[in-house]
């Protein structure tokens, strides 16, 4: 498969879309401004507020709306999506976005505010009710908050819950948080946002938690370890239940990063396994789209005894219908109302469409595909059993110059080097949306640029909309809006 | 459950042996696993076959012990059900004109935001990892950054945290991190909403900082309260303009002076309307500026928004969250890339500057739409408008007998507070049996947010509110 991106250029100024400031600049003064100035397009001379409360002028674009959806039109078509091609990016879980969860969104008596009374709220009530029940079933949680917007939030908020916990029960002096050495780098920014040192716990030899390295670093200080499950190389942690009594057993509160469930639906769950806290990343497991950065959802999932320290408010059923409530030692808020509702929406809409036998199938085929494309591919994968991705080593070759080189090939690349365990590692999570040949056209990029001189992966990308950026330019010399590329 | 080589559906094989069967719906089929793998038998059984496995449960290597039967009780539903379903569930919300405000806003987002954020190379990207397949959308988060820094007069605009409160917390943490000398204290006002002041307490509780309240007067910073107040171990000073009441503040240049002697840094809290006509942030000396920017791009959203996060250039190796620059290709053209990479989670691990991985991105998208189709003009007319509505709505409710509003002698963008003698809760609810929402602030105060609601609706709830309290 080859791939040639739209790519809107401007040769003459050495530019792909000029930038909105480069198609109009506009200034409107503001009150009492002198009205002299020849470029003024509009002066506004009747502000309703008094000349010390206002600005003097706003310099922006002013543009007609064909000018802008040809301008925006254009930019999305040099952007790639998981509709446009393959994206197997590792960890992201990129799946498809069922269409209809953006109407069911979309929909008029979705759009309410928050403040509004709860008695004329119920329909919101009623779903938020709802997918916590949902969420709950799926990962074998007794209680949720869906307040979270992201999965770092999720952490954020799940890691307060424990320290709540150990606070109620007077043992405020857990001050260690142990996060395995593979884990996503949130795992350590939300422990660290909580206040808590972070033990860093190697790995064994099996790509899997070692259990000596574990009792090591448990200790009466610990607070929580924080697990993926199946972990970044895709490994089931076979031992969870010794690693669950271990923690328990000093007193320590077992935390599931959700980040991988799409690999166990219907399987496993996290609160059979042991854990007591858990967040659930809906942009990927749920297939809510992920927006070019987001928005997601990380909706949180305790055990019984930490039901009382969730984030507030929750949804509950009453005497007529729903209402809001605040958990008894609730540890507040993480989200100024109650998250991301657009999202937590569409993943209802999603997990209703598939029901527990379409749930189970999407973990199946998500692990297939992942066990079929490593199979079709000649890179050696260090680690196994996997289960919805894998993690290939590039060995000579480097990993980011195998990813530039993949763009050329209608794919989008892996996630490169990282987890540093596998050298240039190729971190692959195909998910069940790609079809057979879908994959087939997948391992045929990763053979060809694998299989090819490493200096053709030099020159590349030539197939997509910019040729290679420099990064260290962009660093160097930091320009961050169109104002400061006009100082230069 | 299981899956089977020969248990499943096959769509095509079905059709091409044109046996006489039921044909396979999408809508049938579903019972067989998701509509959204696109595996038939046949495919199925060659790609178990290359793996070198009888049934795809083979590869789950889950000790049976900790094993799940896969019954979660839920049942599938086919997409036009779950519309229905959902229609109707949501229909229970009732049908409310809603007066509402406090930090969450609903203005008209025009059909060009919908339509362009749909498209699908935009909503189905993500984070922009490898830039030269992200173009667009780098290039539109680098002109959102541009918005805000041409509203906030500041040089560094991250694109996006969650929502005004993070951002909010996220301002307090880089306080905390960016002052030479160590300090405490944290002030923001006693007019601050509830939810936003406890996002801020929990982004600092792994922190040595605490957060306290200073008075206001007549629903401005008190200054003298805050002077009072402020001494060398408050490492920010919290303000809003327009307030939660909707006040435009006064003093800001004052806040600002009476902050920076004391070697703390001034956060100011606003949103993008607002800023396109109110004194400029960076020139009253504003060195953060946090808030809620999906007042532009998202209508009445349960309060999901986008957090606004603006700061001086000598900062911005501590800002949180994603920035885009401009850089060069191999081709010689101006390029974008996410740079700065280094402050965040999935390198710096506990020493990042935040721990956010996924933000409202999307949002942003919508937000810097919403705004290229006002324009300047428009974003000026689109503000002027709040200041003379919430005026004109405010006078028409202090002719009421016993009403008195504004309750504050300021001037006022979009919303107000009124005291109008009777409990604010009875108030509030008469007024919802009318058709109209609005916020019982406290015991006796109510509070009003007008946006783009028409004159007709606004005769209408005015002449409800008379009702109500004659």
Redesign the interface.
């Known amino acids: 498969m080859k791939y040639d ?1 739209a790519r809107w ?1 401007r040769d003459d100024e ?4 000029p ?3 480069e198609k109009d600049e ?3 003064e ?1 009150g009492g401004g002198s009205g002299d100035d020849a470029d003024a ?2 002066s ?1 001379a009747d ?4 000349d ?4 003097d002028e ?6 007609s ?1 064909p000018e ?2 040809r301008h ?13 091609g393959p ?1 197997p ?1 590792g960890s ?1 879980t ?5 269409k ?1 969860t ?3 969104a ?2 008029a ?9 709860e ?6 009530l ?2 938020l009710y709802r997918l916590q029940d ?1 969420l709950g ?2 990962g ?1 949680m007794d209680a949720v908050s869906l307040q979270p ?5 999720g ?2 908020a799940g890691i ?1 819950v424990a320290r709540a916990y150990h606070e109620h029960n007077g043992e405020s002096h857990r001050d260690e948080v142990i996060v395995p050495e593979s884990a ?3 795992n ?9 040192d ?1 033990v860093e716990l190697p790995g064994g030899e099996d790509g899997r938690v070692d259990l000596d390295a574990l009792e090591g670093a448990l200790s009466e200080n610990t607070a929580a370890l924080m697990l993926t499950n199946p972990n970044t190389l895709g ?2 942690e ?1 031992d ?2 010794e690693i669950a009594e271990a923690v328990h057993d000093v007193g320590g509160l077992l935390y599931y990063d959700g980040a991988n469930l799409n690999a ?1 639906l ?4 996290p609160g ?2 042991g854990f007591d806290i858990m967040h659930y ?1 809906v ?1 990927k497991t749920f ?1 809510t ?8 959802a ?1 909706p949180i999932g305790v055990a019984e005894k930490l039901a009382p320290f969730l984030p507030a408010p929750r949804v509950r059923p009453d005497e007529m ?1 729903y209402e809001r409530f605040e958990p008894e030692h609730s ?13 937590l ?1 569409k993943a ?2 999603y ?12 973990s ?2 998500a ?3 992942a ?2 494309l490593a ?2 591919i000649d890179l050696e994968v260090p680690y196994g ?1 996997f ?1 919805h991705e894998f993690v290939a080593s590039a060995s000579d070759r480097d990993a980011a110059e195998v ?2 080189r993949m ?1 050329d090939f209608g794919v ?2 892996p ?1 490169t080097k ?1 987890p540093e365990i596998v050298p240039e590692a190729l971190m692959t999570e195909p998910t ?5 040949d ?2 087939d056209q997948l391992a045929a990029a990763f053979d060809a640029v694998t299989g090819e001189d490493a200096d053709a992966a030099a ?1 590349a ?1 030539q197939r ?8 260290t ?3 160097r ?9 006009d100082e230069e | 459950m299981p899956l089977a080589a020969t248990n499943g559906r096959d769509r095509r094989s079905q059709q091409a042996a044109g046996d006489g069967g039921p044909p396979v719906t999408r809508e049938s089929a579903r019972e067989a696993g998701s509509p959204y793998a696109p595996h038939g038998d046949s495919e199925t059984a060659a790609m178990l076959s290359a793996v070198g496995v009888d049934s795809a449960e083979e590869l789950f290597d889950v000790p049976e012990s900790v094993g799940f039967d896969g019954e979660f009780g839920i049942d599938a539903r086919g997409e036009r059900e779950i519309r229905e379903e959902l229609r109707s569930m949501l229909g229970r919300n009732d049908d409310l004109v809603e007066l509402l405000g406090r930090g969450h806003y609903d203005h008209y987002v025009p059909s060009l935001v919908d339509h362009i954020s749909q498209r699908s190379e935009f909503l189905t990207s993500y984070t922009q990892y490898q830039p030269e397949i992200a173009q667009g959308f780098l290039q539109v988060l680098f002109e959102y950054q541009s918005l805000f820094v041409e509203l906030t007069g500041l040089e560094i605009v991250n694109c996006s945290m969650y929502d005004a409160a993070t951002a909010l917390g996220e301002a307090a943490t880089l306080a905390d991190r960016v002052r030479s000398a160590s300090g405490h204290r944290v002030l923001v006002p006693d007019h601050l909403r509830d939810e936003r002041r406890d996002v801020l307490e929990n982004y600092v509780s792994g922190t040595d900082l605490t957060v306290e309240s200073f008075s206001m007067d007549d629903g401005n910073v008190d200054l003298a309260a805050l002077d009072d107040l402020l001494d060398d171990d408050a490492v920010m000073v919290y303000a809003e303009t327009p307030t939660v009441r909707g006040a435009i503040e006064e003093g800001l240049g004052d806040v600002a002076d009476l902050t920076h002697e004391n070697d703390a840094l001034f956060c100011l809290g606003s949103d993008p309307i607002a800023l396109s006509l109110l004194e400029e942030p960076a020139s009253v000396g504003a060195d953060v500026v946090v808030g809620d920017a999906s007042a532009l791009g998202l209508p009445a959203s349960y309060g999901m928004g986008l957090g606004l996060f603006a700061t001086r250039e000598e900062y911005v190796r501590q800002v949180p969250g994603r920035l885009v620059g401009a850089s060069d290709d191999a081709g010689g053209r101006r390029a974008y890339t996410l740079t700065l990479q280094t402050r965040e989670q999935h390198i710096r691990k506990e020493r990042a500057t935040s721990n956010i991985c996924t933000n409202q991105a999307w949002v942003a998208l919508r937000t810097a739409i919403h705004a290229a189709w006002l324009g300047p003009s428009g974003l000026v007319e689109e503000a002027e408008r709040a200041v003379e509505q919430a005026q004109e709505l405010a006078a028409r409710l202090d002719a009421v007998s016993g009403v008195e509003a504004p309750v504050h002698d300021r001037h006022h963008f979009r919303e107000f507070v009124a005291r109008t003698g009777s409990p604010a809760a009875e108030v509030a609810s008469d007024l919802a049996d009318r058709g109209f929402a609005v916020h019982a602030v406290d015991d006796d105060l109510v509070q009003v947010c007008a946006t783009d609601h028409d004159e007709a609706t606004l005769d209408e709830f005015v002449a409800a509110f008379e009702e109500v309290l004659s």
Request: charged share 20%; proline share 6%.
């Open positions: 991106q250029t050495d530019v792909y879309e930038l909105l400031s506009t200034t409107v503001i397009a509009s506004d502000s309703p507020l008094p010390d409360l206002t600005r706003l310099t922006l674009p002013e543009l709306e802008l959806a925006y039109t254009r930019l999305s078509q040099m952007t790639y999506g998981v509709d446009s994206y990016l992201c990129m799946k498809y976005n069922p209809f953006e109407d069911v979309a929909l008596d979705a759009a309410v505010h928050p403040d509004r009374p008695r004329r709220q119920q329909g919101t009623e779903l949902y079933r799926i074998g917007p992201a999965g770092a939030a952490e954020f307060l996503h780098g949130t350590f920014a939300s422990a660290a946002l909580a206040g808590y972070v490994l089931f076979r969870i239940e166990l219907g399987r496993a769950r059979d396994m990343n942009h297939a789209p992920h927006g070019g950065g987001g928005p997601g990380g219908g540890v507040g808020k993480v989200h100024g109302f109650d998250g991301n509702w657009l999202v929406v209802y809409a997990i209703a469409r598939l029901g527990d036998d379409g749930l189970a199938d999407a199946a085929k692990v297939l595909n066990n079929y199979e079709q059993p289960h990813a530039k763009l989008h690349p996630t990282w069940e949306v790609e079809s057979k879908s994959l020159d990308p997509t909309a910019a040729r290679r950026i420099d990064q330019a962009a660093a010399n930091l320009r961050l809006s169109w104002q400061s590329l």
